[in-house]
Every structure is written in structure tokens, then in C-alpha cells.
């Protein structure tokens, strides 16, 4: 049980272009989903807090603007990243948070490799 | 802001041999305390974890972990590593708020863990 995907786990964007990652709970319903970023030999920056039916919560200097975060339903969050540019190139993480205070335990998806042209 | 250090970047081991990760965090209030290993080529998964009770925890696949409040450690340990268990391994932090919603993690760098046959 608790499984998280990501899609797509690779993709190749011009700069410029917008992209849109799908962060699914598959056999749990997430209340909050998280996003992050992870640049090579470095460790999980989280870049903001999703819960669903409100707006996503940035950490300090994620331009909100830039990084679009959609969080539907209780199984879906989205991450757009708009108007890309070679310097967003990353690999980025959702994770999604099952069960109440007393469990307090994240389920990561296996991440999509974003690369800007 | 709470801050996660894990000191060993890099560990080379044999096969059979005893593993302690260490891993201090920053933040002084109630916290609860994670393991997290990505093998290679996979999505992050939860080894272990700390809320609260017996300070010494066991995860999957052997792994144990001990919180020592004092030292405001929570080191991973496994007395005799194999071969696959070549991954590496964060040492994660979140504030116990009891949001109920998921409590942010602060991750440590990471510990590049090979076991050589």
C-alpha cells in the first residue's frame, strides 16, 4: 500500500515552454502532498506544501508565479513549472502524506527528471 | 530553521560489516524522526521512524535506529550490511505541530552507503 506516482519521469522542454508533472496517490487519499527539488549529489529541497482545495503553501524564495501547484482531489497534485529556463533543470519529487498527526509518515513518488533545452 | 547533518557523505563497506550513519538535527522542540533509503534507480523509502516511546526503533531489512535526545542524534545502524544494501540514505526531521496534515520534513544531505561483495 501506499503508493505515490509521478508523471511523466523524464521529460525535455525548450525554454520557454511550460510543464505540467502529475502527483498521484494510487491506493490512498492524500490530504497534503508535497513538492521537491533535488539537484545532483544534494539532498530534498521542499519547495512547497499542497493541500487539497486550498492554495499550496511556498518555502522561502519558490516563486509561486513560476512553480503552479494544483492540488484537485484528494489522490492528485500538479506541478507546473512555467516558463521554463535551463536554470529550473532538476529532478523533482512529490510525496504525499497518509493518515493523521499520529502517523506523520510522507510516501515519495519516484521523481521526474526535468531538463530545459 | 531546523537543519538535519548527516557527517558521512560517502561510506565504502564489506559485506558483513557493522553500519552507524550518523545524523543530528538542529531544532530543540518535540520532533519526529525518519530514515529514508533511495536505492539506485528508485524512489525513496521509509527505513524507520521515530515518534515518540522506545527511543531505540527497528525498521525493515534490519535496520535500527536510536533517538538520544540528549544528543539530539537519531543514528542508523545494521550490524551486518550486505551488497544490497548499496543506496543512499537520509536522515529526515519534522516539527510534531499535529497539524494533522502532514508535517514538514527537513532532510539531511545524505550518506552515499556501497557494500563491496
Known amino acids: 500500500g501506499a503508493v505515490v506516482s509521478q508523471h511523466p519521469s523524464r521529460v525535455i522542454c525548450k525554454s520557454g515552454t511550460s510543464v505540467k508533472i502529475e502527483c498521484r496517490s494510487l491506493?490512498?487519499?492524500?490530504?497534503?502532498m508535497f513538492w521537491y527539488r533535488q539537484f545532483p549529489k544534494q539532498s530534498l529541497m521542499l519547495m512547497a506544501t499542497?493541500?487539497?482545495?486550498?492554495?499550496?503553501?511556498?518555502e522561502q524564495g519558490v516563486e509561486k508565479d513560476k512553480f503552479l501547484i494544483n492540488h484537485a482531489s484528494l489522490t492528485l497534485s500538479t506541478l507546473t513549472v512555467t516558463s521554463a529556463h535551463p536554470e529550473d533543470s532538476s529532478f523533482y519529487i512529490c510525496?504525499?502524506?497518509?493518515?493523521?498527526?499520529?502517523?506523520?509518515?510522507?510516501?515519495f513518488g519516484p521523481g521526474t527528471r526535468l531538463t530545459v533545452l | 530553521a531546523q537543519s538535519v547533518s548527516q557527517h558521512n557523505h560517502h561510506v565504502i563497506l564489506s559485506e558483513a560489516a557493522s553500519l552507524e550513519l550518523g545524523c543530528n538535527y538542529s531544532y530543540g522542540g518535540t520532533v519526529n524522526l525518519f530514515w529514508y533509503v533511495q536505492y539506485p534507480g528508485q524512489h525513496l523509502q521509509l527505513l524507520l521512524k521515530y515518534f515518540s516511546g522506545d527511543p531505540l526503533v527497528k525498521g525493515i531489512k534490519g535496520f535500527e535506529a536510536e533517538f538520544i535526545k540528549s544528543k539530539f542524534s537519531f543514528n542508523l545502524r545494521k550490524p551486518s550490511v550486505q551488497w544490497s544494501d548499496t543506496a543512499e540514505y537520509f536522515c529526515?526531521?519534522?516539527?510534531?505541530?499535529?497539524?494533522?496534515?502532514?508535517?514538514?520534513?527537513?532532510f539531511g544531505t545524505g550518506t552515499q552507503l556501497k557494500v563491496e561483495l
Open positions: 491506493d490512498f487519499q492524500a490530504t497534503t
Open positions: 510525496s504525499a502524506h497518509s493518515g493523521g498527526a499520529s502517523t506523520d509518515t510522507q510516501y
Open positions: 499542497s493541500n487539497e482545495g486550498s492554495k499550496a503553501t511556498y
Open positions: 529526515a526531521v519534522s516539527r510534531d505541530l499535529l497539524t494533522g496534515g502532514g508535517n514538514k520534513l527537513t
